[in-house]
């Protein structure tokens, strides 16, 4: 088949490089954005006289048919035409002839791919966002229903003071909203048009980029040629983003991995989200989550690769950056079925509130609040955590916990403590007491919940 290029060579390309350089295979997913970016390309071409109406017309018509064919599943893809720009160049020419040769004109495949690129992502980014905060509302879900469940709250792994269940669901959705945020923010990166910078130089023809922005949808245009044809910056920075939203959700996942296990049972997780062994009869494991857990490495994979690719090339454009379209449509796959999958999960899980509860009661988690209390009574700090933890070694020494102290036996560390000491000690009092903005006080996790239902009402 004739290549584009074929009037400087002699020699037909050899099968095994046709093989080796496509990108067919993959980049075909990219059909829709090329097909866009050409028919407003076209539509500029002819309202410039750059080519007659007439054939931009007709250039606009054989793209919407190919578009077609292509949806129906009836288009057949070439790979000795390498990549989707070819593929349907090609289609456009032998549908309506001579003026399909004239499309390309003031573009390349250069600032085209580019376009495609940016294009995808402005859209998968929009279906981001959207996941994110489908995710964000079964969370908040959760959390309203279990706005007076207790539990432990961990550092280190180790038990640390109780708080309410919502207070720990409502933390992964601010850390979700901080991922939505900068997937929002990265669209002002994407959405910049590169198309019209050509292969790196711009062109002699009398060109209107900002008619083909606004037609597009693009904030603005990119101000220079070379940089629009090899910048990848906008991928990167959302497999960046990528990166951390995959993040959190592993932290999630591996949580849910710990609290369903037999050594928690803080939840059990639904038989449509859990397998069995093939040899265990009894198992019931959380592979959906471990599985979730175990994508974070692809999308970080991703990361890597892009950045590694990019690192050493020189200005402008290097066919190199083909190689850039695999891990960013990896990390989109990867996102939006764990982002799916995990929304669909949370509802289903059953939170054993009762085991919860008892456990935060355990291992002195009240320990913090008699301090605070000593505090109160003008004790310094460092001296009232010092009291405490004297008070802590004695209830160890003598198999006792903090609640079942008598008054006199507090009274042996510190003359200031009082029998008001007595009624803040269990992990409800604990909790009722966290009132500082952020904390887990229940007032505070309810401004919280109601913070972010109207929040996410509104998207």
Request: proline share 3%.
């Amino acid at each position: 088949m004739k290549k584009p290029w074929a009037g400087r060579f002699s020699q037909n390309t050899s099968k095994t490089v046709e093989t080796f350089t496509e990108s067919i295979s993959f980049d075909k997913r990219l059909w829709k954005h090329d097909i866009n970016g050409s028919v407003a390309h076209a539509k500029m071409l002819g309202r410039q006289g750059i080519i007659s109406l007439k054939e931009s017309r007709a250039i606009v018509k054989g793209l919407e048919e190919i578009a077609s064919e292509i949806a129906s599943g009836k288009f057949i893809f070439n790979s000795a035409l390498e990549d989707i720009h070819m593929n349907i160049e090609a289609a456009l020419s032998e549908k309506i002839g001579s003026a399909g040769g004239k499309l390309h004109t003031a573009r390349s495949r250069n600032d085209q791919v580019a376009l495609d690129l940016r294009l995808y992502l402005r859209e998968e980014t929009r279906l981001i966002t959207g996941l994110i905060r489908e995710l964000q509302i079964a969370l908040l879900k959760a959390a309203a229903q279990h706005r007076d469940s207790l539990m432990p709250g961990y550092t280190h792994l180790q038990r640390a003071q109780p708080i309410l269940l919502a207070h720990h669901l409502l933390a992964y959705i601010e850390m979700l909203d901080r991922d939505k945020a900068r997937y929002e923010d990265s669209l002002k990166r994407i959405n910049i048009l590169p198309l019209g910078s050509c292969a790196m130089a711009g062109t002699t023809l009398p060109t209107d980029r900002a008619y083909v922005a606004k037609l597009l949808g693009f904030d603005s245009v990119s101000g220079n040629s070379i940089d629009a044809v090899s910048d990848r910056d906008f991928a990167i920075e959302f497999l960046c983003c990528s990166a951390m939203l995959i993040m959190h959700l592993s932290r999630f996942a591996e949580e849910l991995v710990l609290w369903s296990s037999e050594e928690f049972r803080f939840v059990e997780i639904s038989d449509r989200f859990t397998t069995g062994s093939s040899i265990m009869p009894q198992k019931k494991n959380p592979d959906v989550a471990e599985l979730l857990r175990g994508k974070t490495g692809r999308v970080y994979g991703s990361l890597i690769s892009l950045l590694t690719l990019m690192k050493g090339l020189p200005l402008s454009y290097n066919r190199d950056m083909q190689e850039d379209k695999l891990p960013v449509f990896d990390a989109v796959d990867t996102v939006k079925s764990s982002l799916s999958v995990l929304a669909e999960m949370l509802p289903e899980i059953r939170f054993n509130t009762e085991k919860m509860r008892k456990t935060a009661g355990e291992g002195f988690s009240t320990a913090t609040d008699i301090a605070e209390y000593l505090v109160g009574k003008k004790v310094p700090f460092r001296e009232a955590h010092e009291i405490t933890g004297k008070i802590v070694r004695y209830c160890i020494d003598n198999g006792k916990d903090l609640q079942s102290l008598s008054l006199d036996e507090f009274r042996l560390f510190s003359g200031r403590i009082g029998s008001d000491i007595l009624s803040m000690l269990g992990p409800e009092d604990s909790v009722r007491a966290r009132k500082s903005f952020g904390g887990t006080s229940p007032a505070g996790v309810q401004s919280r919940i109601d913070y972010y239902a109207k929040a996410l009402k509104k998207k």
